[in-house]
């Protein structure tokens, strides 16, 4: 993996682009993203939270390909708790077996869980450094 200090959304369009989500959705079927790149992209892309809160319904709280060109990575489970690093495993593995399925060449990836969720990179990045090869860009800010 390459880390970089960047803006993510500079690579939009270039690169396949990972959002960190949570599993929460509401009534209305929209997944709760309330904070960090989740937000941005919610902002950006409307609908966004819509499609996820509904592959979330139907799959659970996973990494799903979404539209623009972007994946969700789930870090948490409930915007009420803290990041899992058990679950930031599990992103870590489903991300790299969609990319290997889908033949990506570049993924980009902020620091999950080290942002608005509290955790420390020192703690997270041991983690994913045992998944993540040289396609993958950890971007930090």
């Known amino acids: 993996m390459i880390e970089i200090s960047a803006d993510m959304w500079s690579y ?6 990972a959002i960190t989500t949570g599993g929460a959705v509401s009534r209305s079927g929209r997944c709760a993203m309330p904070r960090g790149c989740a937000a941005q992209a919610r902002e950006r892309f ?10 979330i319904q139907a799959h659970g709280n996973h990494v799903h390909c979404l539209d623009h060109g972007l994946v969700s990575f789930p870090v948490e489970h409930t915007p009420y708790e803290v990041p899992s690093l058990a679950l930031i495993e599990q992103s870590c593995s ?13 993924i980009v990836v902020p620091r999950p869980g080290c942002g608005g969720g509290g955790l420390s990179w020192k703690d997270v990045g041991p983690i994913i450094e ?12």
């Open 12 to 17: 939009l369009d270039k690169a396949i682009i």
């Open 46 to 55: 409307p609908g966004l939270d819509q499609q996820l809160g509904e592959l």
């Open 94 to 106: 489903e991300l790299i077996r969609l990319a290997d399925e889908k033949g990506w060449t570049k």
């Open 130 to 141: 045992k998944y993540f090869d040289d396609r993958f860009i950890i971007i930090s800010l």
